[in-house]
Protein backbone atom coordinates (compact mmCIF):
# COMPACT_ATOMS: atom_id res chain seq x y z
CA UNK A 1 0.00 0.00 0.00
CA UNK A 2 1.18 3.28 -0.89
CA UNK A 3 2.17 5.85 1.98
CA UNK A 4 2.06 3.00 4.68
CA UNK A 5 5.58 2.32 6.50
CA UNK A 6 6.55 -1.46 7.92
CA UNK A 7 6.92 -1.79 11.50
CA UNK A 8 10.47 -2.82 12.41
CA UNK A 9 10.79 -5.04 15.27
CA UNK A 10 13.56 -5.61 17.44
CA UNK A 11 14.14 -8.44 19.97
CA UNK A 12 14.35 -7.59 23.33
CA UNK A 13 17.12 -9.18 25.52
CA UNK A 14 17.04 -8.73 29.86
CA UNK A 15 20.39 -7.47 30.50
CA UNK A 16 20.74 -9.20 34.43
CA UNK A 17 22.18 -13.01 33.90
CA UNK A 18 20.95 -15.76 36.40
CA UNK A 19 22.09 -15.37 39.51
CA UNK A 20 25.26 -16.19 40.42
CA UNK A 21 25.10 -17.25 43.81
CA UNK A 22 22.41 -18.90 46.18
CA UNK A 23 20.71 -16.89 48.47
CA UNK A 24 21.85 -16.87 51.95
CA UNK A 25 20.04 -16.95 55.37
CA UNK A 26 20.95 -13.57 57.26
CA UNK A 27 23.03 -13.20 60.27
CA UNK A 28 20.88 -13.52 63.36
CA UNK A 29 20.00 -10.28 64.81
CA UNK A 30 21.37 -9.12 68.04
CA UNK A 31 18.62 -8.68 70.55
CA UNK A 32 20.43 -5.78 72.27
CA UNK A 33 23.57 -3.30 71.64
CA UNK A 34 23.70 -3.31 75.88
CA UNK A 35 27.58 -5.07 76.47
CA UNK A 36 28.37 -4.95 72.62
CA UNK A 37 31.00 -3.88 70.27
CA UNK A 38 30.42 -2.65 67.45
CA UNK A 39 32.48 -1.50 64.19
CA UNK A 40 32.62 1.29 62.01
CA UNK A 41 33.65 0.87 58.35
CA UNK A 42 34.20 3.54 56.10
CA UNK A 43 35.03 4.61 52.93
CA UNK A 44 36.22 8.14 53.82
CA UNK A 45 33.98 9.57 51.16
CA UNK A 46 31.07 12.30 52.21
CA UNK A 47 30.79 13.06 56.02
CA UNK A 48 31.36 9.49 57.79
CA UNK A 49 33.31 11.32 60.52
CA UNK A 50 29.78 12.89 61.66
CA UNK A 51 27.71 10.52 60.82
CA UNK A 52 29.57 7.74 62.96
CA UNK A 53 30.02 10.50 65.72
CA UNK A 54 26.16 11.27 65.39
CA UNK A 55 25.45 7.53 65.63
CA UNK A 56 27.32 6.73 68.26
CA UNK A 57 25.51 9.63 70.15
CA UNK A 58 22.32 8.36 69.70
CA UNK A 59 22.91 4.04 70.14
CA UNK A 60 24.53 5.43 73.81
CA UNK A 61 21.41 6.94 74.79
CA UNK A 62 19.83 4.19 73.70
CA UNK A 63 21.87 1.60 75.06
CA UNK A 64 24.26 3.24 77.44
CA UNK A 65 26.35 -0.22 77.46
CA UNK A 66 27.69 -0.15 74.04
CA UNK A 67 31.22 0.04 72.67
CA UNK A 68 32.67 1.43 69.37
CA UNK A 69 35.91 0.73 67.38
CA UNK A 70 36.39 3.36 65.83
CA UNK A 71 36.46 3.38 61.88
CA UNK A 72 40.06 4.58 62.14
CA UNK A 73 41.53 1.22 63.50
CA UNK A 74 40.87 -0.03 59.91
CA UNK A 75 40.92 2.43 57.78
CA UNK A 76 39.06 3.29 54.68
CA UNK A 77 37.41 0.26 53.40
CA UNK A 78 37.94 1.83 49.76
CA UNK A 79 40.73 2.28 47.44
CA UNK A 80 43.60 -0.03 46.22
CA UNK A 81 43.84 -1.91 49.19
CA UNK A 82 40.17 -2.66 49.71
CA UNK A 83 40.12 -6.74 48.97
CA UNK A 84 43.08 -7.02 50.99
CA UNK A 85 41.53 -4.62 54.23
CA UNK A 86 38.38 -6.90 53.48
CA UNK A 87 39.48 -9.83 53.28
CA UNK A 88 41.89 -9.23 57.29
CA UNK A 89 38.20 -7.75 58.60
CA UNK A 90 36.97 -11.72 60.29
CA UNK A 91 40.18 -12.10 62.40
CA UNK A 92 40.26 -7.83 62.94
CA UNK A 93 36.74 -8.57 64.31
CA UNK A 94 37.68 -11.23 66.80
CA UNK A 95 41.13 -9.94 67.86
CA UNK A 96 38.79 -6.27 68.46
CA UNK A 97 35.21 -8.64 70.29
CA UNK A 98 33.51 -7.15 67.46
CA UNK A 99 29.67 -8.11 67.84
CA UNK A 100 28.44 -5.98 65.26
CA UNK A 101 29.50 -3.59 61.86
CA UNK A 102 28.22 -0.74 60.60
CA UNK A 103 28.97 0.05 57.17
CA UNK A 104 29.31 3.28 55.71
CA UNK A 105 30.22 4.41 52.03
CA UNK A 106 29.50 8.06 50.52
CA UNK A 107 26.58 8.64 48.06
Do not use: H, I
Amino acid sequence: MAGQREETRYEVVWPRSERQQKRQPLARRLESLNGKTVAQLWDLRYRGNEVFRMLEEDLEARFPEVRFVNWREFGSTYGSNERQLLATLPERFKELGVDAAVSAMGC
